[in-house]
Every structure is written in C-alpha cells, then in structure tokens.
C-alpha cells in the first residue's frame, strides 16, 4: 500500500514537522504526556509474558521509551522513527543503541514482518491516513507480534477549542479551526479490525491537569510540539484582542471556583495482534457443548415464530 503525502487531509503534515522540529529544544519542559504514556506502556507490558527482540517505535519523541525498552529486553534490533529531524535527532542522543530514522508516519520504511513489537506513542492523532497507518505497521509485525499505540482522543481540550471558538465569532465575525478534532474511542476499536488487527482492544486513560494561567496551556502545548497543525487554519498571527478574549472565557467559563482550569487529555490506547494460527479463535455456530440454558441454571422457553392470523 502506498500513501501520497500531498493528498487532501485535516491535518498540515509540514507544519506538524516544523513544530516537532521547534518542540524538540523544549520538550522537557511539559512531556508530563509522554511520561504518562511511558509508564502506562511499561505496565501494559508488564502483563505479557513475552520477551520482544525485534522493537520498532514510531514516534521517536525524547527517546526515553526506547531506553527504557533496551533496559527492558535487551532486544536484537530496535528502530526508533520520526518524522521531524531535530526530535529524531534527540531521541538518537538518548537511545544509543537504536537505529533512529526520520520518515513519516503515513509512510513508513519497515518490511514485512520484521517486528514483533511496535510502539507508537502519542503520534497517530495528526495522521491524515489513520487506518493506512496501522495497516502499514500490522503488515510490518510478524505473526502473533504485538502493536500498542497511544494517541490522544475524547474530549482532549475541549474548553480550548469552546474558548477559541465563542472568542472568534465574538471578535472577527467568523470561525477558524484552531484546535484539533479528536477520534472517539468506539470508532478506534474499529479501526484495528479494520487493519486487520487480532484480539483488538481500545481503552482511555484520562489525565487531567488543572492550569492556574490559561497561558501555561498555551505554553505547554508549543513546547510539547501541540499546537495548530490543521490545514484550513487561518494562516495569518492570532488577533491580540481573539486571543484575549479566549483566555477570559477560559477562565469565566472552564475554572473550578479555586480559580485553576482543569483540561483533560484523554490518551486512547489501541492493542492489536498480527494474526497467528496459535491465537484463541471463535467456535463455530453451533458447535457448543452446552446450552446457554444449562450454564444460567433456568429454563428454556422455545421462540414460538409461527405467523399469528
């Protein structure tokens, strides 16, 4: 399957790679993101008796999940990708021992059942081509190999995205996408079948981080690399008085009676397996031992579908 990259999509795939790009000299000072989902990846792992050898991991980031993954496994090949330069340039500098490469996530450079671990975190939520995405990294996994991507979905910054929008038509007249639609976690679960995924399984971890300065959210989001990378954004600097006017309904509207302003980034987590003939497979119709009756202890009352006249 091939992906032109200069097709039509929400998202401004050159825009994302500037701000990563930009991102990378700052992202420590917020990659609490990043720390979640490290640490809820490890524990993910933690209930897989298995050991990875052959790891690749799209979204390079800081390069901390592939230290801790060499800590972890000690495995024969690990492959860290990202599609920004100065963040795979980072996570390089961080991991040592992985082959860091820059190519983009709609794109990706991995043959066919080379891995039997794939990571992708917090990258797919900007991807024009979801489903092409996780068919490419399904196809890339070896039978029974296992994928586990972390992206951000649900109600991530919906009081930014209200604020932005009653501030717009307050202040110009007009509307402007300025943050990010977010998949819903039903239509993700989808998604994974849809790539061909085994045992798919969809859930959220919600983290919620109360602000006591809007600007601190604004703050947050360039230096993690965040901010606005839709294609109809306005292309013309934010309006003082817009931006003003956001900020204040912020804090009229969305903080809590201390004054702080709770946002929730909702992480979808996605778990799929490469099909395997050793997997658990449904049975047949028809093919149980045991009546449903007999396993609920009652009685069974046969379904009368004769035409009544």
Partial sequence: M???????????RSALRQRRN???????????????????????????????TRIAIIGAGDGNI????????????????????????????????AYTLIADEELLPLAPEAFDLIIAPLTLHAVNDLPGALIQMRRALRPDGLLIAAMLAGETLAPLRDAFARAEIETVDGLSPRVSPMADLRDLGGLLQRAGLALPVADRDRLTVRYASPLRLLHDLRAMGETNVLAERRRI???????????????????????KIPIHFDIAYLHGWAPAASQPQPLRPGSAKMRLADALHTTEHPLDDKPSH
């Fill in 2 to 12: 091939t992906t032109d990259l200069n097709s039509p999509g929400p998202f401004d």
């Fill in 237 to 259: 600097f934010l309006r003082r008085d817009t931006l003003m006017r956001a900020l204040a309904i912020l804090a009229e509207d969305h903080a809590d009676p201390d004054g």
């Fill in 66 to 97: 592939a230290r801790m993954l060499t800590a972890r496994y000690a495995p024969e090949i690990l492959v860290q990708i990202d599609a920004a330069p100065a963040m795979a340039r980072l996570a390089a500098r961080a991991c040592r021992k």
């Fill in 22 to 52: 930009r991102a990378a000299a700052s992202l420590a000072d917020a990659d609490f993101l990043l720390t979640r989902v490290q640490d809820d990846i490890a524990e993910r792992l933690d209930d897989v008796n298995r050991r990875f």
